[in-house]
C-alpha cells in the first residue's frame, strides 16, 4: 500500500485549483486530484464581460496563466503534478468508505476515487427567479464560461440591439459594462432604491450616475414581473410599475445561491 497521503478536490473553477496547489505546495508527495464537471479549469471569470464585449477574442485567454499557457490537465500535471479530471461530475460522497463517485458528463462512464482528504468546492449556480416567460430563448446569465460564449455570440449579432440587465448587483453592472463594450442599447432594472446596495447611499448615486453617463437606462426601485416573447425568443418585458420594455436579450444577475446538494447528500 501506498504511504501517499491522497488529496481529492471536488470543483475546479477557482477555489478547487487555488486548494489544490497549496496542498501540493504543503505536500510534494501526495497524489492531488481535481474533479471538475466543466470541460474548463480554472476560469478567470473576472474576465468574462471583457470577452463578451469584444475587448479580446480568444477565449483561452480567459484559462491562460500569466505566461500564456493555457491552464488545462497537461498544464496541471507538468506543472504542478495534479492530476485534473474535467467533463467529470462527482456525484456521490461516501464518508465512511473515503471515497468520491464520479461520471463522466460525455459517456456516462463511472469511477471511484480514494481520498484520505476531501476538499469539497462547488462554488455556486446563478438564481433563476420564477418568472413567467423566463424560459424564452434570449434570456440567460452571466456566471459559466458557457454563458459568456452564449453572451458573446448574441452580443455580436447584427439582429440582437437591445439588452435588458435584471438586478443591478455586481454581476448586473459587469454585464452591463460587457454590453457597453459591444455598443448595445442597455436598460439596467433593479428592484432595490439603488444599484450595488452594499454600497452607501452617495457612493451608489455616482456608481449610477456613471452608468446613466455611458447611454444605459437606469430603472430603479422596479422589478420584471413578466418576460414578453414572439415565436419561442424574448421580445421584451413587464415591470411592476406597468412600464414594458423592448428587447432582443436578457441578462438575469440576481443573485447566486451554492452548490451545496452533493455535500448535504453525504450528511
Known amino acids: 500500500?501506498?504511504?501517499?497521503?491522497?488529496?481529492?478536490?471536488?470543483?475546479?473553477?477557482?477555489?478547487?485549483?487555488?486548494?489544490?496547489?497549496?496542498?501540493?505546495?504543503?505536500?510534494?508527495?501526495?497524489?492531488?486530484?481535481?474533479?471538475?464537471?466543466?470541460?474548463?479549469?480554472?476560469?478567470?471569470?473576472?474576465?468574462?464581460?471583457?470577452?463578451?464585449?469584444?475587448?479580446?477574442?480568444?477565449?483561452?485567454?480567459?484559462?491562460?496563466?500569466?505566461?500564456?499557457?493555457?491552464?488545462?490537465?497537461?498544464?496541471?500535471?507538468?506543472?504542478?503534478?495534479?492530476?485534473?479530471?474535467?467533463?467529470?461530475?462527482?456525484?456521490?460522497?461516501?464518508?465512511?468508505?473515503?471515497?468520491?463517485?464520479?461520471?463522466?458528463?460525455?459517456?456516462?462512464?463511472?469511477?471511484t476515487l480514494a481520498y484520505d482528504k476531501l476538499i469539497v468546492a462547488t462554488g455556486g449556480s446563478a438564481l433563476i427567479p420564477p418568472i413567467p416567460g423566463i424560459d424564452l430563448e434570449g434570456i440567460t446569465t452571466l456566471q459559466s464560461m458557457r454563458d459568456a460564449d452564449y453572451l458573446r455570440h448574441a452580443a455580436h449579432d447584427a439582429k440582437v440591439k437591445r439588452a435588458l440587465v435584471v438586478g443591478g448587483g455586481l454581476i448586473g453592472i459587469e454585464s452591463v459594462e460587457a454590453l457597453h463594450l459591444a455598443n448595445m442599447q442597455i436598460t439596467s432594472v433593479e428592484m432595490m432604491p439603488q444599484l450595488l446596495s452594499f454600497l452607501d447611499w452617495d457612493l451608489a448615486k455616482l456608481v449610477e450616475n456613471h452608468v446613466r453617463s455611458k447611454g444605459v437606462d437606469v430603472i430603479v426601485s422596479d422589478a420584471v414581473t413578466e418576460f414578453l416573447g414572439e415565436d419561442g425568443h424574448v421580445t421584451g418585458a413587464r415591470l411592476r410599475s406597468g412600464k414594458e420594455i423592448a428587447c432582443d436579450l436578457v441578462v438575469v444577475a440576481v443573485g447566486v445561491r451554492p452548490n451545496v446538494q452533493l455535500a448535504a447528500d453525504a450528511g
Open 1 to 111: 500500500m501506498s504511504d501517499k497521503k491522497r488529496i481529492v478536490v471536488v470543483g475546479g473553477s477557482a477555489a478547487g485549483p487555488k486548494a489544490a496547489a497549496k496542498a501540493r505546495r504543503m505536500d510534494q508527495h501526495a497524489d492531488v486530484t481535481i474533479i471538475q464537471k466543466s470541460p474548463e479549469l480554472s476560469m478567470a471569470s473576472c474576465g468574462y464581460p471583457y470577452y463578451v464585449g469584444g475587448f479580446f477574442d480568444d477565449r483561452n485567454d480567459l484559462l491562460s496563466s500569466a505566461t500564456g499557457v493555457t491552464r488545462d490537465p497537461m498544464f496541471y500535471m507538468n506543472a504542478k503534478g495534479i492530476h485534473a479530471l474535467t467533463s467529470t461530475e462527482a456525484i456521490a460522497i461516501d464518508r465512511d468508505a473515503h471515497t468520491v463517485t464520479c461520471r463522466g458528463v460525455n459517456d456516462g462512464k463511472k469511477q
